[in-house]
């Protein structure tokens, strides 16, 4: 039984912060790439952030670089996605995804395609306001 859910998403005024979690059963990220992508309303599913498994090494977007971190607690099986200067174009239902860990170009390459993750938590809706 693999599973993700998240939480922490929530209204919140322009300039300020959230906490998401993603909290993995099943499964360890010992041997998963976690991702975490959003969907805008009438928008495609977009990557925000993700983690290589093989290396711990983070990438972001380029609209959320700079205000979002992404960090993992192995121990715990939870990764977390820390928003800070949160913008209205920020709204979004926010997810987190799994998959098998890739390494090398192959990874750069497929990091935030969303057909490659096999496994998505239910989604957390985040809505920030003018």
């Known amino acids: 039984e693999v599973q993700l859910v998240e939480s922490g998403g929530g209204l919140v005024r322009a300039g300020g912060s959230l906490r998401l979690s993603c909290a993995a059963s099943?499964?360890?990220?010992?041997?998963?790439?976690i991702a975490w992508f959003r969907q805008a309303p009438g928008k495609e599913r977009e990557g925000v952030s993700c983690?290589?498994?093989?290396?711990?090494?983070?990438y972001y977007a380029d609209s959320v670089k700079g205000r979002f971190t992404i960090s993992s607690d192995n121990a715990k099986n939870t990764v977390y996605l820390q928003m800070n200067s949160l913008k209205p174009e920020d709204t979004a239902d926010y997810y987190c995804?799994?998959?098998?860990?890739?390494?090398?170009?192959?990874?750069?390459?497929?990091?935030?395609?969303?057909?490659?993750?096999?496994?998505w938590g239910q989604g957390t809706q985040v809505a920030v306001s003018s």
């Open positions: 099943g499964f360890t990220f010992d041997d998963y790439d």
């Open positions: 983690v290589s498994s093989k290396n711990g090494v983070t």
């Open positions: 995804a799994a998959r098998m860990a890739y390494d090398g170009p192959t990874y750069y390459l497929t990091r935030f395609r969303v057909f490659g993750y096999d496994v």
